[in-house]
């Protein structure tokens, strides 16, 4: 496999670990978000999956974003009447946001983007070397 096409991988991945940690910031930013309408929907959890696409051109499997879908799981009631998104009964649903959930997921993100810069760093190192090999 040549240079170029390991670089483009790599690219990919990291292109697709970059949607994710903007979509885990989301979740975290809007983890506290209710609804502003009495006994509306509060903000719902963002996921992102991950598809293989070949690209012809190149002839390499590259990682793309398939979808990014809302998290349909229960949500939480906490009491807190003075919100306006209060129910009749005070009640106010609260996002299906976990903190420490999304933090796990952001530093599997960022490892897995790391490692993608790791390889291009490499792979760029290889080449470097083997120009200065052919030189001399």
Known sequence: MDFGKIMQISASGMNAQSVRLRTIAEN????????????????RRKLVTFKEVFDKTAGVNEVKIGKVTIDNSQL???YDPQNPGADKDGYVL???????????DMRQAQRSYEANLSVI????????????LLKG
């Open 94 to 104: 609260m996002p299906n946001v976990n903190p420490l959930i999304e933090m796990m």
């Open 76 to 78: 939480e009631k906490r």
């Open 28 to 43: 975290i930013a809007n983890s506290e978000s209710t609804s502003t309408a009495p006994g509306g929907d509060p903000y």
């Open 121 to 132: 760093d490499v792979t760029r190192s290889m080449a470097v070397n083997t120009v200065n």
